[in-house]
């Protein structure tokens, strides 16, 4: 009786829709759909929405203020990070660089130069989007996992103007977003393994831009295994998630596979350095790194193994020096403030931080015993485990630089998020509350949008040598540029091709040399006087002393100690040297 007497009174609902709607406007049909349709009050809905709206409008404003003249106080990044970039505008000719050597990066430089031709201004998008993208989310991720909003805004402002946000080289900020998205895909799902699955791609397109974090994706992989294996169709999802890993490697490559020897090197360079550090050593630890290697374990290093057999104490000599190091290292990352910002103000923030956190935990054991169950502590914790696998093995064996401590340092205090569950209060006290903290960030982070007075000594470099390029060559015929750090040519342009004093000859002299590779224009600095193949070669230093001598001009660079030497010949002959 009681289902005919529903399907009677339902019969009777859609007849009444029916008659209004024949009505037309204005009718019964009207008012029946308003009051079946869902009501939004604007006055509840107000107090919820203002605070990330507050907060996330001064995050937006300060990223632009900061973000608006790089030009006045970011210098250029050499070495590694135009090496990214020479890979990524190559890749058309020359295909994927091998997968230890960050394709990610690369096409990520490639899908940008579509955007922007010029490489200067090409280098600066990407620092800004890989400063305001990694914030944002990082934003979205603490609110996510229960952190108020002035909260979120407080940690994604630290990030902002913390070292950690301008490292260079900068792979490590895109592995750092997909990460972070992939944190912020993995708290949706309900099932364990589907959230663990979401973290494992999210590690695996991040292992294409930092090659250690393929280690990261192993382990995930294996509790995404554990997982499914135990839930209902969760063999079906393993399956598809083990096609999906398999597609992208085998397009990529794997990052562990080390064909270029990458991580030998990384190995061989930081041993070096601390071993010249420690020993005064007069020699390039990043050119002579196979010297001291062959001084210290002998001919012949291909691994740290190797190394571990022949002399271990000189490895554990140097994992020591970075156990000391690293402590320290991980807290300036985030502590101090980064380019551009006022230091006294930047420990305002990490001060006020630091007693949030310490006020959160004030009864740890309960609130660590509330969060254990909840799947976004489960989500970040398996992250945050996965993540600093890798970076421990990195810092300790081959040195603990800023750019391999960057993701500890930011999944560590969103762990601890999780695990406060710091809710915001309700209504308009938490928009109050949000206001004030947005007021007082904004006042904190005044100084930080201001340029800084430092030197570029990249910048002015390359705005000193470009009119010589300009006059020394062409695209059809690139004039030699020869330089010791690496990245110069890059940023030139077609006109200019790098050379290193790598390719001198073994007993050629610096006359020969220069003809040989086609060399119209010499950047001297103080890397390139202290390179070992040239310190100790007569004609190089007659060069640096006599450069008229030589064929060449001088050429100073406004603010630095560093000059150019162009030479003086009409551009059609240095075309024809650079032919032969």
Not at 75 to 87: H, I, K, N, Q, T
Not at 174 to 202: D, E, I, N, W
Request: with cysteine.
């Amino acid at each position: 009786m009681e289902a005919l007497a529903l399907r009677a009174g339902l019969q009777a609902r859609f007849r009444t829709l029916a008659r209004g709607a024949r009505r037309g406007p204005g009718g019964a049909g009207d008012s029946a759909r308003a009051q079946m349709r869902p009501s939004i009050d604007l006055r509840r809905l107000a107090p919820a929405v203002l605070p990330d709206l507050l907060c996330f409008a001064t995050l937006a404003a300060l990223c632009a203020a900061r973000l608006g003249g790089l030009s006045r106080w970011l210098d250029l990044g050499l070495f590694d990070e135009a090496d990214y970039l020479r890979r990524g505008l190559l890749l058309p000719s020359a295909g994927l660089p091998d997968p230890e050597w960050g394709p990610l990066y690369s096409l990520w430089y490639l899908a940008l130069s579509s955007l922007e031709s010029n490489r200067v201004a090409l280098y600066e998008l990407s620092y800004r989007l890989l400063v305001l993208l990694p914030t944002a989310v990082l934003y979205a991720c603490i609110r996510r996992l229960g952190g108020a909003a002035p909260l979120a805004l407080l940690g994604s402002v630290l990030f902002a103007l913390s070292p950690a946000a301008h490292v260079l080289p900068r792979p490590t900020l895109l592995a750092l977003l997909l990460l972070l998205v992939a944190l912020l895909a993995s708290t949706a799902p309900r099932q364990a393994h589907l959230r663990f699955a979401a973290l494992g791609l999210g590690a695996l397109l991040a292992g294409f831009a930092r090659p250690e974090l393929f280690a990261s994706f192993l382990l995930l992989s294996g509790l995404t295994a554990v997982a499914a294996w135990r839930s209902p169709g969760g063999k079906r999802h393993l399956a598809l998630y083990g096609l999906v890993a398999a597609a992208l490697v085998s397009v990529l490559g794997n990052p562990l596979a080390d064909r270029s020897e990458r991580r030998r090197y990384a190995f061989c360079q930081h041993f070096a350095l601390g071993y010249v550090k420690r020993t005064g050593l007069d020699l390039n630890p990043w050119n002579d790194c196979d010297a001291v290697l062959a001084r210290v374990f002998g001919p012949g290093v291909k691994s740290v193994g190797m190394a571990v057999q022949r002399n271990a104490g000189a490895v554990a000599e140097h994992v020591q020096a970075n156990l000391l190091r690293y402590p320290e290292v991980s807290l300036e990352l985030f502590t101090r403030a980064g380019p551009g910002a006022w230091m006294r103000r930047h420990e305002l923030l990490v001060a006020w931080a630091l007693a949030w956190m310490l006020w959160a935990f004030r009864d740890g054991a309960r609130r660590l015993r509330d969060a254990w169950p909840e799947p976004g502590f489960h989500s970040v914790g398996a992250l945050w485990l996965a993540v600093l696998v890798p970076t421990l093995l990195s810092a300790l064996l081959v040195f603990p630089r800023e750019h391999y401590l960057v993701l500890q340092g930011v999944f560590t205090p969103l762990l601890l998020v999780a695990a406060a569950r710091l809710p915001g209060v309700s209504g308009f006290r938490a928009a109050t509350a949000s206001g004030l903290a947005a007021a007082l960030v904004a006042w904190l982070c005044t100084a930080s949008a201001a340029p800084s007075l430092r030197e570029l000594p990249h910048r002015a470099a390359v705005a000193t040598l470009a009119p010589h390029a300009l006059r020394s060559g062409s695209p059809d015929a690139p004039v030699g540029l020869l330089e010791a750090q690496g990245g110069y040519a890059l940023y030139l342009g077609p006109h200019v091709r790098q050379v290193s004093a790598l390719r001198k000859r073994t007993g050629e002299g610096f006359t020969e040399f220069l003809q040989r590779q086609g060399v119209g224009l010499v950047f001297v600095d103080e890397w390139l006087t202290r390179d070992t193949r040239l310190r100790d070669d007569p004609e190089f230093l007659r060069f640096v002393a006599h450069p008229e001598q030589f064929g060449f001009t001088r050429h100073a660079v406004p603010g630095s100690a560093a000059w150019i030497a162009r030479r003086g010949t009409p551009r059609s002959q240095v075309q024809l040297t650079s032919a032969q």
